[in-house]
């Protein structure tokens, strides 16, 4: 388990956020006494939880200082932390990384012995809407601060989107009082996500807090007269509308360009084994970017939610120490688990859905909450269910247990 003794070894860290910040806790955690240089992007800030963002944050209810998270501790190895800083190229044949300034340009090779890539993701954004004044995304800590920056004007709001991080902003500025236009792609909020009884429940909740959906409907085309002049929405039915606050919910593209030409597998994020390491052993991933062959569910995946982000982190190390050591690493065969917060309602899914070919649903406690449960070829691959905690966790060690016992048997 340990890696302790390693003075002369030099580990770079490639990403901020929770990934990035989980593998240095862990390396020194285990003993790690050698160089690290954490590259923590250009955002210039110490990690923060972004789930945050588009719930409490948005909602007053907490400050940026609160969502930090804790500060590793320092035992042995030696950290050096690039903020404003972005790894720009991989000379995988020489094992370094080039790092540029993002404040001066300034830029600089550094040589590593290992290397963790847990850049993550970025905003998806419409060129054609980037940059227009009250049109905003939501990944950043800076993105959820100009958002709530243009909130005490009291704007009429549209977001656009209606997965995760849409359903959540709809809901948090309805708490806030504001009046709400829910753009929805598809039939159903959430429902790519959750699937359809969720995602009529979740509607009807839009609907019950006063939220106005526009269902199967595209934005076809965003206008401002001017930087303080409301932004008008067009429909692809023709119809349009008008805002002060647009907050674009169009998902997230993985950030991996800046391994573009180094060999690896790019095809969908950062291509690795079982055991998160990549075509180079000594260049791992973890987070959103990282897509390896998951053992229970017998499929390649990436899993973009908070608690795969830190699980993978150490797994990747462990696999790191594993190879230095001689031994063969572990698959990484975690469960996916996420949540979302909306109107005081808790959404929570274990497991992974795609590929189901029968649902169950039932009712739960006196509010009749919905529970449902996800089945391929007659085993449970997926649980979700609204303020049923206790039910959804216990289905986690099912699925995993009978994944494991089938050996991918969900992959056909």
């Not at 550094?110 to 980037?130: E, H, K, Q, S, Y």
Request: include cysteine; charge should be neutral; hydrophobic fraction near 40%.
């Amino acid at each position: 388990m340990s890696v302790a003794g390693d003075t002369s070894q030099t580990i770079v860290v490639a990403g901020g956020s929770l990934a990035g910040h989980t593998v240095v806790a862990e390396l020194d955690r285990r003993g790690f006494t050698g160089d690290v240089v954490w590259v923590r992007g250009p955002e210039g800030t110490a990690p923060y939880s972004r789930p945050a963002l588009s719930k409490e944050l948005i909602q007053g209810k907490v400050t940026r200082d609160a969502i930090r998270l804790p500060i590793p501790e320092r035992y042995g190895l030696r950290l050096r932390v690039l903020d404003h800083a972005v790894c720009a190229r991989l000379d995988p044949d020489a094992d370094r990384v080039l790092v540029t300034r993002t404040a001066d340009s300034g830029e600089e090779w550094i040589a590593f012995d290992a290397l963790f890539v847990c850049t993550g993701m970025r905003a998806r954004v419409p060129a054609a809407f980037a940059g227009l004044p009250g049109v905003h995304c939501l990944r950043t800590l800076a993105d959820a601060e100009r958002i709530k920056e243009r909130l005490a004007g009291r704007p009429r709001t549209v977001v656009v989107g209606a997965g995760l991080v849409g359903s959540e902003m709809a809901a948090s500025l309805r708490s806030c009082g504001l009046p709400v236009e829910l753009v929805v792609q598809g039939r159903l909020p959430m429902e790519p996500v959750f699937g359809a009884e969720l995602g009529r429940f979740c509607l009807d909740r839009h609907h019950a807090h006063g939220v106005t959906a526009r269902l199967r409907t595209t934005v076809t085309g965003l206008t401002a007269a001017g930087p303080h002049d409301p932004v008008v929405l067009t429909y692809d039915d023709g119809e349009q509308t008008s805002a002060e606050l647009v907050v674009l919910g169009l998902g997230a593209v993985t950030s991996c360009d800046w391994l573009d030409g180094s060999g690896l597998d790019l095809s969908d994020g950062l291509g690795c084994d079982a055991a998160l390491r990549t075509a180079r052993p000594n260049i791992l991933a973890a987070g959103d970017v990282a897509n390896w062959r998951h053992p229970v569910f017998g499929r390649r995946m990436r899993v973009e939610h908070w608690s795969n982000a830190s699980a993978q982190a150490r797994h990747a190390v462990e696999s790191w120490s594993a190879g230095r050591e001689g031994r063969e690493p572990a698959p990484f065969a975690d469960v996916p688990y996420f949540w979302s917060d909306q109107y005081g309602l808790k959404y929570q899914m274990v497991g992974h859905a795609h590929g189901h070919d029968e649902v169950r649903v039932e009712r739960t406690g006196a509010d009749g909450y919905p529970f449902v449960t996800y089945f391929r070829e007659g085993r449970v691959v997926a649980a979700a269910g609204v303020n049923t905690p206790r039910a959804v966790m216990r289905m986690k060690a099912r699925i995993q247990s009978e994944g494991t016992t089938t050996q991918g048997v969900y992959a056909r």
